[in-house]
């Protein structure tokens, strides 16, 4: 494949696919209880939650959204620039070794509930850090709102959006076996 196939592409409208990106996204986002409700008491009395942005990124693939079988929503997952990734979610006195080994993992795809993207500096984008770990299911219609006031919104290209897809579904579908397979003799 050549070295300069584009992994984006710039969009407009509603018509959502996955790899799409939706910046400021607001999701509401349950908080801890005290204490859980017992089945005399209603849940909605101690269920509580706050909205909070998220940068995100489609997950639900393309032909079922346009197909309308998504039942109504679809799978996003939160993602950060590097820079912004790298000032919050790192110790702020990490090693440069330690970093570059992280670093190093998170480009080569093997660091567990992460992915990288490639960053777009035409367009000003730097390298984003999808975290398969923040997971929202969220209205179709919605997200599509979201999209539509965008004038002009990024979208990751075939063959990477579908290396995301295959990444994030490799976090959900590992298998720990009880016992390993023996070594070679």
Known sequence: ?????????LC????????????????IVPVRVPELPTRAQEPSSLLQGVVENYDLIVLTQTCDIANMKTGGSVTCCARMDWPQYRREMLPADIGSNKLSSFMSELRTQRKFGLHLLNEWPEQGLAYQVVDFRSVFTLPLEYVQSLAQRTPQRIRLRSPYREHLAHSFAQVYARVALPVDITNFK
Not at 3 to 9: D, I, L, T
Request: hydrophobic letters at 35%.
């Open 12 to 27: 407009s409208g509603d018509g959502l696919e996955q790899g799409d990106f939706i910046a400021d996204c607001p999701v």
């Open 1 to 9: 494949m050549a070295a300069n196939y584009p992994w984006y592409e």
